[in-house]
């Protein structure tokens, strides 16, 4: 096998999704070619230094997360926070976070995404918070050395994340800083549309992306569609996330704002694990879904990426950091087919993270995950460790396990007596 970052030049033997055995040629970090596999028969063929053979594994486009926390990210043991919904979430986050250090918030943050990593994840969108007590740009100045620390493995996007109390000044503070979009909660504001308005003004400014949290409850007023029209004909990329409240609407309201993010060419992500943890606690019978209206926004033709946002911090207790975890829960709360969950994170998450292609296709991306599968429902169910992970044609992490069983593998459990 070859060693870490070195830079691979074929793949040989991998199973596509769609059930092909291919190998894959690679330069410069590009798809050169994708071509039948020669049969292995019994014999493993000889590899040389810049190969990788892929028998028995399943090639993916390897995941993105459009939406994370890494200044958050495994903070919940430390900060002890009391169960419940967003917003005693953010008062836990906020009294715990008066606490933290810069170097703290780089160590949590260096371990989560270099897990996410290790599992098959070669681009996140991190937004960081702009801290209501003391320094406000301790956790920017973290996740900007994460960004260094992690660049010859990973594509980290970052987000301005403050609040009604936030002055212009501090976020435009954090852009001039390195960080490349504006974010923002205009649905905690006491105006909801008015934060939106000076959300949307701030990046006009600064002319950068926009990425908001939109609409992340299950009543109350929607901005979805103002936002949509306040961004209309932007230069600059804009994307949307949470979005919950449109899995609440009637289909005629539903139609009027899917029709507005069409017109402007939103970008919606939907974070499944969070926002089922977040969600519905008011709600002890018949507890609604904590989803946006995925089928309605995919049959759009609204680009719709997914993700993991919090792991095992205020906002969610548990998670994985794995894009397959997210994979798994939009087939079972979501009701998505299996391709169209895959797709969800990865193609769709890097579009709306305004990413190039990427994947096992000539002319994409070298951004790729080998995993021990043998078709794309296995991968999901199982998520089996065993994995590959490239990104920019170079392999950036490898995982193996070893596994013992009392009972020999080729003897049927069935026949098994004690």
Known sequence: MPGLLRELRALRGARLADGSVVDVEMADGIVTAVSPAAPFGDSTPELRHDELGLRGFLLLTAPAEPHAHLDKARSWDAAEPEFGDLRKAVESWREFSATESEDGI???????????????????????????????????????????????????????????????????????????????????????????????????????????????????????????????????????????RLGTLPPDELAEVVAELLASDVGIISLPITNLYLQGWEHPVSTPRGLTALRALLDAGVRVGAGADNVRDPFNPVGRGDALETASLLVTAGHLELHEAITAVTAGARSVMSLPPAGPAVGARAELLAIRAGSLGEAIATASPDRYVIHDGRLVAHSHVVQEFAVAADEPLAEVRA
């Open 106 to 244: 780089f160590e949590r943050a260096l371990a989560q995404a270099g897990a996410m990593v290790q599992a098959g994840t070669t681009a996140i969108r991190s937004h960081v918070d702009l801290l209501a007590e003391g320094d406000p740009l301790r956790g920017v100045r973290a996740l900007l050395r994460v960004r260094e620390r992690l660049a010859d493995v990973l594509d980290l996007q970052l987000v301005a994340l403050g609040g009604e109390w936030t002055p212009d000044e501090v976020f435009e503070a954090a852009l001039d800083a390195g960080v490349d979009i504006m974010g923002g909660v205009p649905h905690l504001a006491e105006d909801p549309m008015a934060e939106l308005r000076r959300n949307v003004a701030v990046a006009d400014r600064k002319a950068v992306p926009v990425d908001l949290h939109t609409d992340e409850s299950l009543d109350g007023p929607v901005t979805l569609a103002e936002y949509a029209r306040l961004v209309r004909g932007r230069r600059q990329p804009v994307s949307a996330g949470h979005c919950v």
